[in-house]
């Protein structure tokens, strides 16, 4: 089950003693506090705390100006400004505190983001749970011919039905040794540091994972990405639902800049000048290689 009989009480008791505050509230993110949003088949997601809101961000942009600038602009306009040209310490004002649950192999990917403080469940000190992440059908897939880190075609038939069995076995077996080499039945038993490097990456973890809103909407336009892996993406769509009712400005403007935007090379910017004058352009004649000239054609084509 995603939450422990524990944790799931525990949620329930905080969210029915709700206290004032005189500190900001977003009234989105409210509704999002202690709730576990289920990933994968044993995961979720979970607010713990956050500071700040979209007017966070604005009343840090505007401190460098003084009072009597609010009525030049109004918020949402100088969020997407600030989002447009790329000032990041705005952004930084607003945080947000997560508990995750996930498998260890979308941990160590997910880690890579080295701008967040991170606290994990320890296996030196406690036993992990007899959960493994076990993908569906549809979500098992070759190897991709053409990306080296990517997938292709899906698996079906016997070869899926071996695959399954094949990672339900094993992930049972190493968890069986893994209990025999802990126990004290019969033997004194191996330390659980120790015990715990037979265990397979597909067993579940869980950690408090605190970051500002810059460096989120960093992991969030690499993660939520189409071509980011399935197993970390589900992850991040769901953390983007959480923000956009946090942050609805900045996260409208990330959509628009970010996730639906592109940056384009001093090269590919002088060969779109020369498309809208009617030239004609190649890669050659602009100084881009193929694979350049490809990914520009993906956008402006």
Request: overall charge negative.
């Amino acid at each position: 089950m995603p939450l422990s009989p524990e944790q799931a009480a525990e949620i329930e008791e905080l969210r029915a003693t709700p206290r004032p505050t005189l500190r900001t509230v977003s009234e989105g993110m409210e509704a999002h506090l202690y709730k576990a949003r289920p990933v994968l088949d044993h995961g979720f997601v979970r607010v713990i705390d956050y500071m700040g809101d979209d007017a966070a961000i604005c009343q840090a942009a505007r401190v460098s100006y003084g009072k009597g600038t609010k009525s030049v602009q109004n918020d949402e306009g100088l969020i997407r400004y600030l989002m447009r040209h790329w000032h990041s310490t705005p952004f930084e004002m607003c945080e947000l505190k997560l508990h995750v649950k996930l498998p260890v192999f979308v941990a160590r990917q997910w880690i890579r983001h080295r701008t967040a403080n991170v606290n994990e469940y320890s296996a030196r000190y406690s036993i992990l749970d007899r959960e493994f992440y076990i993908p569906e059908r549809d979500a098992l897939a070759a190897q991709s011919v053409v990306n080296n880190q990517g997938r292709g075609a899906t698996l079906s038939g016997e070869e899926a039905d071996r695959v399954l069995e094949i990672l339900k076995g094993d992930a049972a077996r190493c968890y069986d040794h893994y209990q025999q080499m802990i126990s004290d039945d019969g033997q004194d038993g191996l330390a659980r540091e120790l015990a715990r490097m037979n265990l397979p990456a597909n067993i579940y973890t869980q950690w408090y994972w605190k970051v500002d809103l810059h460096n989120l909407l960093h992991f969030l336009r690499l993660r939520a990405d189409s071509h980011a892996q399935y197993e970390i993406r589900v992850y991040a769509e769901a953390i983007c639902e959480m923000v956009a009712d946090w942050v609805p400005f900045a996260y409208r403007a990330f959509e628009d800049y970010r996730m639906g935007g592109a940056t384009l090379s001093k090269q590919m910017v002088e060969a779109v000048r020369l498309m809208l004058k009617g030239e004609e352009v190649t890669a050659e004649s602009v100084g881009m290689s193929a694979r350049e000239w490809r990914e520009m054609m993906e956008v402006v084509g």
